[in-house]
Each structure stands twice: as C-alpha cells, then as structure tokens.
C-alpha cells in the first residue's frame, strides 16, 4: 500500500501547476488579445475564460465544497457555445472572478485530508459508487485538469 | 490507506482516455487538414502529431520500459520548432508509428503491477527520489497526460 498523501499530492501538484501557467498567460495577454478568436471561426479568448469559471464552479458543487460562486456564467459560458455576435462583457469583471475562485478553491483543497479526496463526488448514488469508488472526488480533479490542459492549450493561441 | 490499484486505476484511465479522444479526433482529420496550422503562424498538425510521438518514446524510457521506437523524430519534432519552410513529411507513416507506439505503451503499461508505478523514473537520483517520492514512474504519466491534453485541444482546431 502506497501512502495516501502522497497520490493526493501528486494529483493537486498538477491542478495547481495548470492553473499557474494559465494565470501567467492571462496575465501576458491583454483584454484586447482575449477579445479575439483562438483561431478564424473558433472560440474568443474571454469566452474560454468564462467557461474555466463556469466549469470550476460546477467542480465546486460536484466536490460538496459549497455553491456556485458565479452562477450567472453557466448560460452564456457553458450552455451557449461563443457567438461572435454577443458583445463582449468586461474582461476585467471576468479577471476578478476568476483571481476570487481560484483563492477559494486553493482554501478549499488546503482543507481537505489524504482520505477525504476517495469519498463519492455529489453527483453519483452510494449504490454505483460502491461499485466504482475510482469515481471519487479526486477523479474530478484529475478530469478537471486535462479540461483546463486541452483549453490552455487553446488560448496560449493568442500570444 | 486506500487501495493502490484504484489510484493507479484513476490515472492510466485518464491517460487511455486522453490517447482514445486524440486518435478519434486524428482518424477524422485527413491528411491534408493535418498539413495546416492550427492557427495562422503556429504549429502544422503533423507537427504536433510527430511531437506527441517523440515526448511518448522520451516518456517510455523515463519509464524504463526499453529504447525509442522512433529516434528519428527527436530532431524534427521536439528539438527544433517547427518550421514551415521544412517540406511535410509523409503523414501516412507517422501515423503508422502512432499506432505502433501506442499499442506498445498499452502492453507496457499493462504488464505494471500497481505498485511498480510508485518507483523512481530513470531520470532521478536514487538520493534525490528519497527525499521527493512523488517523483514516480506514475507522475510521468499524469504530466504527459496534462501535454496530451494541451496540444489535442490545438489539434482539434483543424476541424
């Protein structure tokens, strides 16, 4: 048996490293380079910056860590898919959520001991979990991580 | 203490994953659509194909699990960018050594016990692994899986 602590640390390493190097992109790319597309056709910079929000805040539910600190974002940036004919809300509003989020979610992840991290995400039955207990509240960060790889992957685009 | 195998279960499922949604994404991209660049000034699609197949054979031997299939390809596609002055290579062939590489990855990693993936890689001092275990064979695939992920979300532009 391999300690705990040591798989749960090697998993959040690599949740805070992505969200590290995304921070430092956003902070090289200006509210002007946010406002345009990836690539011709594909989504806008701000738009995949609002769907981090949206998609971490979801994250936080699935967790049991509390509710959505910014429901409002679910609609235009997990619903919808980016239309270049919606204006662009303020890039700055979208900076501040995601710097508040991002100081929550570190608090949140500090709190938690080795074990907890196997318990049962919100959005699974005791029933099938007992069957699949890799379906547990640290899979969702590890699938959260690859989600925030493959869209950083996308925005480091419009440097 | 949790079990061993559903940590390890919980990382090499993410790496099969991350390898089935690329090789989706590649059998439906024709040849020529992997000749473009996945946006303008930035890497050609083959390039990226020929890069995941050099850090993959650099990965097999961190992993200690024998020598590159593809030597050739260090140059072209990890050491040096690339460069569109460079004539494509034939993206039929890489995309032959792609499946070769992967079913060989998948055979090697399945001949792991859960355990084994929690020794040291190649590339670390047996002083330094003492002091920072997490440093594991297993954490070679969870930030190859986080490259995987980053470099699919600009292949799949192409689209």
Do not use: C
């Not at 430092?24 to 056709?41: I, M, N, W, Y």
């Not at 049991?64 to 997990?78: D, N």
């Amino acid at each position: 048996m391999i300690n705990t602590a040591l798989f749960v640390k090697m998993v959040i390493d690599r949740w805070n490293g992505s969200i590290a190097n995304l921070d430092k992109h956003l902070g090289s790319l200006t509210d002007e380079q946010l406002q345009k597309q990836v690539a011709p056709g594909k989504n806008r910079g701000f738009y995949l910056l609002g769907h981090f929000i949206a998609v971490h805040d979801e994250m936080l539910v699935l967790l049991g860590m509390g509710a959505k600190l910014y429901p409002e974002l679910y609609g235009p940036f997990l619903k919808e898919p980016d239309n270049i004919a919606v204006q662009t809300p303020p890039v700055a509003a979208l900076r501040k959520m995601w710097e508040t989020q991002n100081k929550l979610i570190h608090e949140k992840f500090r709190q938690m001991n080795p074990e907890d991290w196997f318990q049962k995400h919100t959005a699974i039955a005791d029933a099938d979990f007992a069957a699949e207990p890799h379906r547990n509240k640290l899979n969702v960060v590890i699938t959260r991580t690859s989600h925030l790889q493959y869209h950083t992957g996308q925005i480091v685009l419009l440097h």
